[in-house]
């Protein structure tokens, strides 16, 4: 069975910068990855994707602040943040795509930025 885990939330000052790791577990053949957040009484919303040819997404909300990478050799999906603003404050979820659109997602872990 496949699990994500997210890991690096935390409460960090506007301007400052975090990074999000989401680590799978089991073996999953991905299509792309991806980071989601979800603001208090908002929809879920995508943050950045990668392809598996490496290829990187962007909402324009963070693009040239955020930056999404991945190692498959370990099965790990990253989420640089910098110059953080206190709208970026969510829930932030990893998201992973597989064979036949299997969709697979964390538990998601807590970003707030204090202004």
């Known amino acids: 069975q496949v699990q994500l885990v997210e890991s690096g939330g935390g409460l960090v000052q506007a301007g400052g910068s975090l990074r999000l790791s989401c680590v799978a577990s089991?073996?999953?053949?991905?299509?792309?990855s991806g980071w989601y957040r979800q603001a208090p009484g908002k929809q879920r919303e995508l943050v950045a994707r990668i392809l598996a040819n490496g290829s990187p997404k962007y909402a324009d909300s963070v693009n040239g602040r955020f930056t999404i990478s991945r190692d498959n050799a370990k099965n790990t999906v990253y989420l640089q943040m910098n110059s953080l603003k206190p709208e970026d404050t969510a829930v932030y979820y990893c998201?992973?795509?597989?064979?036949?659109?299997?969709?697979?997602w964390g538990q998601g872990t807590q970003v707030t930025v204090s202004s």
């Open positions: 089991g073996t999953i053949f991905s299509i792309n």
């Open positions: 998201n992973v795509v597989g064979l036949g659109g299997i969709e697979y």
